[in-house]
């Protein structure tokens, strides 16, 4: 049974990522969207277990190479999660928890938190999984090369 279990997991971590057969847009690519000279990875999912995000950031890391990657997996009940990654040349200037904490917002959720490479929050709204991706890619598209410390304070009131 476990190993039934595991295989299922691995099969959803492989359509998440757009990998798999099948067709249709649940198994196209991922939708990678350059911003300026950082490439992010923005994915939402369906019926991935919220422990499992954190690896599915993790193997889209290493697709980019170098970029971000937000995952919003969206449950039975409506609820999301979120999990945000950020490649290591890049922590310097974006911070995952930054980061995870506007989707969050969007998706209803309040703080989330991790490390500058990953971090992760939640919220009850998770039919606006693909606003909560705009507003992170508005965020890193907003950036300009500014160090995270002090601009979720000025982006508060555009919010």
């Not at 991935?48 to 937000?70: C, E, F, M, T, Y």
């Not at 989707?103 to 998770?126: F, S, T, W």
């Amino acid at each position: 049974r476990r190993k039934l279990e595991r295989q299922l997991a691995d099969a959803k971590r492989d359509l998440a990522l757009g990998g798999g057969g099948g067709g249709g847009a649940a198994a196209a690519a991922p939708s990678i969207r350059e911003l300026g000279k950082v490439r992010l990875l923005a994915r939402t999912v369906q019926g991935v277990a919220p422990k499992d995000l954190r690896g599915l950031v993790d193997d889209g890391k290493r697709q980019l190479g170098s970029g971000i990657v937000a995952i919003v997996g969206v449950g039975e009940e409506g609820k999301a999660g979120l999990v945000v990654g950020v490649t290591a040349d890049l922590t310097a200037t974006y911070d995952a928890v930054e980061l995870v904490r506007i989707g969050a917002e969007v998706l209803g959720g309040k703080g989330g938190g991790g490390r500058p490479d990953l971090a992760q929050a939640g919220g009850p709204d998770g039919a606006r999984a693909e606003q909560a991706l705009d507003a992170i890619a508005a965020r890193i598209s907003g950036e300009g090369g500014a160090a995270p410390q002090g601009a979720e304070a000025s982006r508060a009131g555009s919010a």
